[in-house]
């Protein structure tokens, strides 16, 4: 009893030398209670945030679309759009759609805005910046997958046009002569009901497609390169299969095969591969998906749990 005493004392009583324990005046400095502006930079909005190849997958079910994404590090977001009257709605289905949540309020706007911060006019540039989202790699760009959910031409032209705040401020990534591709801070891809001949047979353009990435080989999309498609998804599910495992390895000898294939398919062509539909659940089969994709070169990982998916890496 004694004992137990004298050791609740040492520890009331301290001063106890431990790791972590930092004088008051220090803790003051580090709460940047002064409030002084040596504190603040201009582009500091995403300082701390490192980009990590993942798909925020349905990024406009989250609480704040595009935001969570980007506070996660998330390197490609996405929207389904609707269109309606001459607006695009944002939304999983119809009935999920309101007047208030459009292409322009949850993502081009707030793209635009952080795409402002980290490209401040200052007396100190010698030149115009065309920075990223990220402070951390401002050459890093955005991959934007925007998901076409009603008729196609007419709602890709939509999109087209929609894009405007941002190519007018020389954000997108560009194609000229059908060749050469500029690498810009955001890089539209258009995937769900995009049609195909809106966009690889424009020589100028700010947008790709969504090639299908196990079928790269068909006819249809055999003359595809990254030029068109810097990214090619499919679903995880059809083209390599069912996971019945959750040990290591995580795929048969056949469905490794498949996906080797399918990835030195796009690799060559300069098309980045990416894989939708993979298990969630059990985490252990979940991670241990997420980990052979990325050791076989996937370019993002798909992820539905933000949280998860930045504690992996
Ligand atoms: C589209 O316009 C028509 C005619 O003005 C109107 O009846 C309809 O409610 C509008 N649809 C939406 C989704 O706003
Ligand atoms: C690619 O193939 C499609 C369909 O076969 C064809 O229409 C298109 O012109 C081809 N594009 C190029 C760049 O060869």
Known sequence: MLFLTGIVVALVAGPVPA???????????????HGSNEYEYPTDLTRNLLPIPVHSHNDYWRDE???????????????????????????????ALTEERTLESLYINPILDVLERQNPESPFLTSPTKNG??????????YFFIDVKTSGHETFNAVIAALEPLRAKGYLTTVKDGK????????????????????????????????????????????????VSPVASTDFD?????????????????????????IAT??????????????????????????????????????DDLDAVTAYF
Not at 69 to 94: F, P
Request: charged share 20%.
């Open 238 to 262: 059809k083209a390599v299969g069912k996971i019945t495992v959750d040990t290591d390895p995580i795929l048969t000898e056949d469905q490794l095969k498949a996906l080797r294939a399918q």
């Open 266 to 303: 796009a690799n060559e062509r300069g098309i980045g591969a990416r894989y939708w539909n993979t298990p969630y659940f059990p985490i252990r089969k979940r991670n241990l998906v997420w980990r052979t994709l990325l050791r076989e070169g996937v370019i993002l990982l798909n992820a």
């Open 180 to 227: 050469a591709v500029t690498n810009g801070a955001v890089t539209i891809i258009g995937t769900g009901e995009t049609p195909l001949d809106m966009v690889a047979p424009v020589k100028d353009r700010d947008y790709f497609f969504d090639a299908p990435l196990a079928d790269l080989n068909d006819p249809e999309y055999a003359n595809i390169t990254g030029v």
């Open 19 to 33: 790791i972590g324990a930092i004088t008051s005046s220090l803790q003051s400095i580090l709460k940047n209670t």
């Open 65 to 95: 679309p595009f935001y969570t994404g980007l506070s996660h590090g998330c390197t490609s977001t996405e929207a389904d759009v609707w269109l309606y009257n001459g607006t695009l709605y944002v939304g999983h289905d119809q009935s």
């Open 133 to 142: 989202v990220w402070d951390t790699a401002p050459d890093q760009t955005l």
